[in-house]
């Protein structure tokens, strides 16, 4: 059982609390004004001290009552090691149907036990929501990285609600692991209203900023080391007039980066191979977008940013924005600052502090504090997907560019990563819905929303399905013709980069060689990159 199925990592799409920062009011650009349940208002609430509140949960023989948090009634649940594989929890049923579009807060008390570490992250002690959407299929969540032993402390993550959630309930027990767990306070509250309504498309919405005068950027995410040649077979062979370069290092672990010292003497190092990208990129015909993959203090067991908590590396973080703009002002091979990869946010900032859409923005005012011209790419939350443009608010800032990546259904795309299960076929049954290019639209409509109410530019980052996934080239050509109908600029994940992704490789997973025939996802590539112009 996974965290959420739209996204497959070390720890899957968590969601951000998006609580009003001392920022965002002066930062972010004043939307239509949502309507709904009032924030603060408590949907669930137990104690288990009453009959009647034990009795709503199932019962297991792993489970049962006894004196806990503050003496009073909770939850213990027991699993024995050579019952430790699979789930072994309890539920409740939760209507969510009153708070469909509505951000909610989830808390509880919980002690551990002797609990051992899961195979992933997100498995172990489980407070946990689980819901289905018919866009989007079964969704769950919980906070990650829970086991071992510790005294009463609290659990606590949040989501939103999509409008089509169904059969809500929470879970409480363990996964994957064995001990002993107790549970008490659960509290569930709504912390934002109803998402964000949109205006109506204007009837003359005028041009559009892009940051360039061609027809359409199309190419690549970029390998995680310079070599020239990489970037002259991009270029000159296979057409391409973009590509992503990522600064990136302990991708999909916690706890990383915290040292600023060693963490610039790294970025700095890093700065050096890109003066070399934009050189090389010039010569080649190569836009680049400069993206800043592995921000300073990395991410929490909950894949939270450390910028979003942490006053040092939220001040740091912008410092570095402003240093990069002051050494790359007039270079003509930027095509734009990308301010943050795949942003996730699971609890509020501390007061004073920016959340996750605030940060970008103070970042981006340091950067026009430089350069009054530069494009920059603003991150949607939830990972930067699709969903995460329902909640999102258009920002104060002149030429931005609005990124999203797209891996749905993270069962099909991300089939085998961190041991999944492979044999997932495109277009198909997936997860119990059928998927195809139509629904592919379906999960896109929040960008495409987006986009026409407020006339602004749409970039995907990343997009991909890893190489043997059964139909992997036929989900690349669904997803390109979406883009290029609605005029999306594209860069494919990745180049030479981790051969899971590749489109060199074939479709063996145990074959880490290139192929010595052209692949259909290579294929597919070079079609759409024959249409592309140069930059001047």
Request: with cysteine.
């Amino acid at each position: 059982m996974r965290l959420t199925v739209n996204r497959v990592w070390a720890a899957l799409f968590t969601n951000l609390l998006a609580i009003p920062s001392v920022f965002a009011a002066a930062d972010l650009a004043v939307a239509s004004e949502t309507t709904g349940v009032a924030p603060g208002t408590v949907v669930y609430q137990t104690e288990f001290d009453t009959a009647r509140e034990r009795d709503a949960w199932s019962s297991a023989d792993f489970a049962r009552w006894e004196t806990g948090y503050q003496g009073t009634t909770s939850l213990c649940v027991t699993v024995p090691a050579d019952r430790a594989p699979g789930g072994n929890m309890i539920h409740v049923p939760l209507d969510l149907t009153p708070y469909r579009g509505c951000r909610l807060l989830f808390e509880c008390q919980a002690k551990a036990e002797g609990v051992t570490k899961p195979s992933e992250p997100y498995l172990g002690v489980k407070f946990m929501l689980h819901y289905r959407s018919a866009a989007t299929g079964p969704f769950w969540q919980n906070e990650n990285g829970v086991f071992g032993s510790f005294d009463w402390r609290p659990l606590r993550f949040a989501t939103t609600i999509p409008a089509d959630a169904t059969g809500g309930e929470i879970n409480l027990g363990l996964q994957d692991s064995s001990g002993t767990v107790w549970f008490d306070a659960i509290r569930i509250t709504v912390a934002k209203s109803r998402l964000p309504v949109r205006p109506q498309p204007p009837a003359n919405p005028g041009p559009v900023f892009k940051g360039h005068n061609l027809p359409r950027l199309r190419g690549v995410m970029s390998p995680n080391t310079f070599r020239d040649e990489d970037l002259r077979v991009l270029g000159m062979e296979w057409k391409a007039n973009v590509i992503r370069w990522q600064i990136t290092r302990n991708w999909g672990r916690a706890g990383t980066d915290r040292d600023l010292q060693e963490y610039d003497r790294w970025f700095d190092s890093e700065l050096e191979d890109l003066d070399k990208v934009l050189e090389a990129s010039a010569r080649y015909g190569l836009k680049v977008v400069v993206d800043m993959h592995s921000p300073p203090g990395g991410r929490y067991e909950n894949m939270d940013l450390a910028i979003f908590h942490e006053k040092l590396y939220q001040e740091h973080y912008i410092a570095l924005w402003r240093k990069i703009a002051q050494r790359y002002k007039g270079q003509r091979a930027v095509w734009g600052y990308d301010l943050v990869n795949e942003p996730v946010q699971n609890l509020p900032s501390p007061a004073g502090l920016a959340d996750y859409l605030a940060a970008q923005v103070l970042a981006a005012k340091a950067i026009r504090a430089v350069d009054p011209d530069v494009p920059i790419f603003i991150a949607a939350s939830q990972w930067d997907s699709a969903d995460g443009f329902r909640e999102l608010e258009p920002v104060d800032v002149p030429n931005v560019i609005y990124q999203v990546h797209m891996y749905v259904p993270g069962e099909f795309t991300h089939q085998g990563v961190h041991n999944k299960v492979t044999g997932i076929a495109y277009p198909g049954e997936i997860g119990g819905t059928h998927w195809d290019k139509e629904r592919l639209r379906k999960v896109l409509e929040p960008v495409r929303e987006y986009q026409l109410a407020y006339n602004v530019h749409i970039y995907v980052g990343e997009f991909s399905a890893i190489r043997w996934a059964p139909g992997a080239a036929r989900y690349l050509q669904d997803c390109i013709e979406l883009f290029e109908e609605y005029d999306w600029d594209w860069t494919y994940h990745a180049y030479r980069e981790w051969d899971g992704w590749s489109v060199e490789h074939g479709s063996d997973p145990k074959d880490r060689q290139p192929s010595t025939e052209i692949t259909d996802r290579k294929e597919l590539l070079l079609h759409w990159f024959a249409r592309n112009r140069k930059p001047e």
